[in-house]
């Protein structure tokens, strides 16, 4: 059974940084793709960034610049560093493993941004 567990969320100040990690159980994660997804309150969950099982990246507009997707398939963990965060970014941080179509989805890690 495939298992995803975010942790690394928290508070922190406009401007600063913050790094996600999902640590994925299954030996399928090296070869589906992964992705960030994050919901703020009252609003849709959006995807934030996304990447390959051959490691190639995609991004929100709102984060391109800012955040950086990665992967270490050895550790089965994918990261989500953000810098110069904005109070906007303020959501629970979801990760999910595979197609859209997927139910794979981590319990979420909340963000909050804020003075």
């Known amino acids: 059974q495939v298992q995803l567990v975010e942790s690394g969320g928290g508070l922190v100040q406009p401007g600063g940084s913050l790094r996600l990690s999902c640590a994925a159980s299954?030996?399928?994660?090296?070869?589906?793709?992964m992705d960030w997804h994050r919901q703020a309150p009252g609003k849709q969950r959006e995807l934030v960034a996304a990447?390959?099982?051959?490691?190639?990246?995609s991004y929100a507009n709102s984060v391109k610049g800012r955040f950086t997707i990665s992967r270490d398939n050895n550790k089965r963990t994918v990261y989500l560093q953000m810098n110069s965060l904005k109070p906007e970014d303020t959501a629970v941080y979801y990760c999910h493993m595979g197609p859209s179509s997927s139910a794979y989805w981590g319990q979420g890690t909340q963000v909050t941004v804020s003075s």
């Open positions: 299954g030996s399928i994660f090296n070869i589906l793709s």
């Open positions: 990447i390959s099982s051959g490691g190639a990246t």
